[in-house]
């Protein structure tokens, strides 16, 4: 079977869907599967089209601005490719009008991936953007599709809602499991245990919130005994200048501000995998950008993790997380309610300001948590490899080329 997969980006700047949309690709390509990429071109493709290989990756250049891409040479490369089906990842962007354009010149049939964008609160943001690209060719473009994935049971209710109407099919996002942890591995000296943020610094994922109730928990008055032994670590890229606006929070709630840059001791050349190197102090740590290597050493060495986002589709952050033994604090809006009936997972509640489950989390032992972090490594084995996920794909591709 000879499959393309069209998005929007093929570098970081795609957020969770580089890691999503790679590893799908990578698992397809292992059972079988003539896989190549499309996207369009930015300033971080050459950092990152190795991380393709063995993958055929291609990332076009663009006439206009990003919002309004035009890039024919990506209509001539997919001619050319003659896939036997288009594999859509994500919306609003070139990829969509690529991939349909397809359709209607070669009668490629294809299955389209929203990726949490029909969410609701996905679809307030920029939404009269939206509105138009909608109703320029996004409409069509799913109205034409074979078959229409969701990564969870929400997400596919969030693609009813906003009218579609073909066959959906629910198969969530999948992950790479590390090696189980060893004691070295988990061995520290004297430090702050960290709650740990990584992804996006943006609007949605809730951080204003979690901050305002991480400086109740840091608050002498909060009879929470042990929460000075914590630090809050935000890693991320910043989008569209919200980091600065959380920093003004934090100056705002009295929370001591640190800061890691690239040159910095922490980073990687000294840094060198050793979990126990402790982290700037600071109430908040502000690390920047995380990826590969570094994204493995704060995984490796934090105690937990926090994702108190707004909307997500199915969030690659939580699941990494839980592959590496964290417990995880998050919101239902992350549709991975397994979590919780697992107990791997407490609830907060960014939009109602419930975020209790965090002032339980750090009240529990070093070893509830850790079991709490166990139950989510095993959920992961569970249903949640890249192996099982791209199989179940497989088989949906199959099926709509009547295999």
């Given at each position: 079977m000879k499959i393309a997969i069209t998005t929007g980006s093929l570098s970081r700047n795609a957020g969770g869907l580089f890691e999503s949309v790679r590893a799908l690709g990578k698992g397809l390509a292992k059972l079988g599967g003539d896989v190549s990429v499309y996207g369009l071109r930015d300033q971080n493709w050459e950092l990152d089209e190795e991380a393709w290989a063995p993958l055929s990756a291609h990332a076009f250049s663009f006439i206009g601005?990003?919002?309004?891409?035009?890039?024919?040479?990506?209509?001539?490369?997919?001619?050319?490719?003659?896939?036997?089906?288009?594999?859509?990842?994500?919306?609003?962007?070139?990829?969509?009008?690529?991939?349909?354009?397809?359709?209607?010149?070669?009668?490629?049939?294809?299955?389209?991936?929203?990726?949490?964008?029909?969410?609701?609160?996905?679809?307030?943001?920029?939404?009269?953007?939206?509105?138009?690209?909608?109703?320029?060719?996004?409409?069509?473009?799913?109205?034409?599709?074979?078959?229409?994935?969701?990564?969870?049971?929400?997400?596919?209710?969030?693609?009813?809602?906003?009218?579609?109407?073909?066959?959906?099919?629910?198969?969530?996002n999948g992950v790479e499991l590390p090696e189980k942890l060893t004691t070295e591995d988990t061995e520290s000296t004297e430090r702050r245990k960290s709650l740990l943020?990584?992804?996006?610094?943006?609007?949605?994922?809730?951080?204003?919130?979690?901050?305002?109730?991480?400086?109740?928990?840091?608050?002498?008055?909060?009879?929470i005994h042990n929460s000075k032994q914590w630090q809050f670590v935000i890693a991320g890229w910043d989008q569209g200048g919200h980091e600065a606006e959380l920093k003004r929070v934090c100056d705002e709630l009295g929370l001591r501000i640190a800061e890691c840059g690239v040159a910095e001791d922490l980073k990687l050349n000294s840094y060198k995998l050793k979990t126990s190197a402790p982290l700037p102090d600071g109430d908040v740590v502000f690390f920047g950008p995380a990826f590969g290597k570094e994204k493995e050493v704060l995984l490796r060495s934090s105690?937990?993790?926090?994702?108190?986002?707004?909307?997500?589709?199915?969030?690659?952050?939580?699941?990494?997380?839980?592959?590496?033994?964290?417990?995880?604090?998050?919101?239902p809006e992350c549709n991975l309610p397994e979590g919780?009936?697992?107990?791997?997972?407490?609830?907060?509640?960014?939009?109602?300001?419930?975020?209790?489950?965090?002032?339980?989390?750090?009240?529990?032992?070093?070893?509830?948590?850790?079991?709490?972090?166990?139950?989510?490594?095993?959920?992961?084995?569970?249903?949640?490899t890249w192996p099982k996920v791209a199989a179940q794909m497989r088989q949906l591709y199959e099926e709509v080329l009547g295999r």
């Open positions: 601005p990003r919002a309004l891409a035009w890039s024919p040479d990506m209509d001539a490369a997919l001619d050319q490719a003659r896939p036997d089906l288009v594999a859509l990842q994500g919306l609003w962007q070139y990829a969509s009008l690529a991939t349909c354009r397809q359709r209607r010149r070669k009668g490629t049939p294809y299955v389209v991936s929203p990726r949490g964008m029909l969410d609701k609160w996905a679809l307030a943001n920029s939404r009269w953007k939206k509105v138009l690209a909608a109703f320029a060719f996004e409409n069509a473009v799913l109205r034409d599709a074979a078959c229409l994935h969701a990564l969870c049971v929400a997400e596919a209710d969030a693609i009813r809602a906003y009218g579609g109407r073909q066959r959906i099919e629910v198969v969530p943020f990584l992804g996006r610094v943006h609007p949605k994922k809730g951080l204003v919130g979690a901050l305002r109730a991480w400086a109740d928990i840091q608050n002498s008055k909060s009879k105690e937990a993790f926090i994702l108190p986002s707004f909307s997500e589709g199915l969030p690659m952050s939580v699941l990494e997380a839980w592959a590496y033994g964290l417990p995880v604090v998050m919101t919780f009936v697992s107990g791997a997972a407490l609830e907060i509640r960014n939009s109602a300001g419930d975020f209790e489950g965090m002032r339980i989390l750090i009240e529990m032992t070093d070893q509830e948590r850790a079991a709490m972090g166990m139950r989510g490594r095993c959920l992961v084995e569970e249903k949640f």
